[in-house]
């Protein structure tokens, strides 16, 4: 492949990086931010907006994050070196928890919010299971990253 292909491949991949991971952050903030509003209405309304972006940003920033990774591991690097192996590992996990937990969890949150009402201190405790998950996603997020940084054993 030729070097600048490599190159804006490796852009690409790290702008896809950069939305997904600074966007899980952001949102990180933003669930705290809201958490502590005076605003009854603020929660639910997050609820919505994280399962809406869940699968139209995030989703789909993920896949090009991870489709220009293989991409540049087939040309320059070994799928069995640890530090690739490790990162589409966590990759798959954090998807998974994504696809099978976090996105319909905002969902059914979102839900129990318009049924019971936003001051209902079940979904309150339920978005905040939501928010404990979404954390410990974010760190594989940073695991990844740095992961992709030092590349323990890959020289």
Do not use: C
Not at 56 to 75: D, K, M, N
């Amino acid at each position: 492949m030729d070097d600048n292909i490599y190159k804006a491949i490796v852009y690409i991949h790290i702008l896809a990086a950069m939305a997904w991971v600074g966007g899980a952050f952001f949102l990180q903030l933003l669930g705290i931010r809201t958490n502590r509003s005076t605003d009854p209405e603020d929660l639910p309304k997050l609820g919505r907006q994280i399962e809406w972006f869940g699968l139209r940003y995030f989703l789909p920033v993920s896949i090009v994050t991870f489709a220009a990774g293989v991409i540049l591991v087939s040309q320059r690097w070994q799928f069995s070196q640890l530090w690739i192996s490790v990162a589409m590992l966590f990759w798959l996990v954090s998807v998974i928890i994504g696809a099978l937990y976090i996105g319909p969890r905002s969902k059914k949150v979102a839900e129990m919010f318009e049924a019971q009402g936003p001051t209902s201190s079940e979904a309150r405790a339920a978005s905040a299971r939501l928010f404990m998950v979404s954390r410990i996603d974010l760190v594989l997020f940073f695991v990844i990253v740095g992961l992709m940084v030092w590349k323990p054993g890959g020289g």
